[in-house]
């Protein structure tokens, strides 16, 4: 944020600052210090129980692996391994397809949490790091429900506090999990601007064996991001889940404000009610959304967008239609080029 407002760079750091709610008198976010236990039960109770029945007979629809049964078979799209190119189906009908197997053994799954300052943030009654630590817990909890392992990253803002949970199954390892990730703070100590570079390649130096892996971040960080990706998820299944909240879109009139850089710690007083400068601000705002989601369509990588004024429930209920009704598509194409002699 402050970057654009001294330099009116392209890159616009607009969910930096919890300020702008502070000074509109609005409501104390709800904190990530928390009982994982109570958090993990009453997420049990309002969202796992509710997905639970979602994916039964579905489940590997959304985690499929490198197995030896066959899946799927699609079209080739940039970034897919050559490897799994299908030289027979792509002679018949001369456009490159390749093979998706299922996995033949427990689903392993990462987080790569991006904790860095900026998703403090958050205008609701939920900050973007009370939603990370929702959501990783939600994955975390079906997963090892049916006896899958996940591991986590964890990324608070400096590289060298960066903590490896290793990839287990349990209860009380989700429960241990979750301390982790709530124990990951800034403290209140600025640092330098994020790189979820660095984060995506430490990942793919950590983690040898195809998985699952959640990308968690605001994506609010300095660019080059995206040949990362690329290149995680050329190796493993990649979802990214993007923490976003509406203030960082579109600036509300509140007068006179100060603004916190919650990376680097510094302030600016602006006037949000000059209607121009709202104007700049969401015209910026909608620049740097196109750049992301460009960035994202360049990887070929699944976003799940959580907003911290929806439900969760709901934004993972949408997500896992839309997974559902792209592999129902996919297999009415495969059961189509199996009926015309052509697999």
């Known amino acids: 944020m402050l970057r654009w407002l001294k330099k009116r760079s392209t890159h616009v750091e607009a969910g930096a600052s919890g300020a702008p709610i502070a000074a509109a008198g609005g409501p104390p976010l709800q904190t990530v210090r928390t009982d994982p236990e109570r958090l993990l039960k009453r997420l049990e109770w309002t969202v796992v129980r509710r997905l639970d029945g979602m994916l039964q007979g ?9 197995g030896f049964d066959l899946a799927d078979l699609r079209e080739y799209v940039p970034h897919d391994d050559v490897r ?26 990462w987080l790569l949490l991006d904790l860095s300052g900026s998703v403090d943030f958050g205008s609701a009654n939920i900050s973007k790091r009370m939603l990370s630590l929702e959501f990783s817990a939600v994955v975390a909890r079906l997963l090892t429900r049916r006896g899958n ?45 994020t790189e979820l570079g660095a984060v995506l390649s430490n990942g793919l130096a950590a983690i040898r064996r195809r998985s699952v892996i959640f990308v968690v971040s605001d994506f609010i960080t300095l660019p080059g991001w995206d040949r990362s990706l690329s290149l995680l998820a050329r190796r493993h299944d990649v979802v990214a889940v993007r923490l976003f909240d509406p203030l960082e879109i579109e600036l509300p009139d509140l007068g006179m404000i100060a603004l916190r850089d919650a990376e680097t710690g510094e302030m600016l007083w602006v006037d949000s009610s000059d209607p121009k400068f ?24 699944d976003c799940l967008e959580l907003a911290t004024d929806e439900a969760l429930d709901e934004s993972l209920v949408r997500f896992l239609q839309f997974r559902k009704r792209r592999a129902q598509l996919s297999s009415g194409a495969f ?9």
């Open 278 to 301: 709202r104007q700049r601000f969401a015209d910026a705002a909608a620049d740097r959304e196109q750049k992301l989601r460009d960035a994202l369509a360049r990887t070929g990588v």
């Open 149 to 193: 392992r996940i591991g986590a990253l964890i990324h608070s803002g400096s590289h060298q506090d960066d903590v490896f949970v290793q990839a287990k199954s349990g209860r009380r390892h989700v429960l241990h999990l979750m301390r982790s990730i709530d124990a990951a703070s800034t403290g209140g100590t600025p640092h330098d601007a």
């Open 58 to 66: 579905d489940y590997r629809t959304f985690f499929r692996g490198a």
């Open 84 to 109: 799994h190119i299908d030289w027979n189906v792509t002679a018949r009908l001369q456009v490159p397809h390749v093979r998706e197997h299922q996995e033949d053994r427990e689903v392993a799954a």
């Open 335 to 343: 059961g189509a080029a199996a009926a015309a002699g052509t697999v």
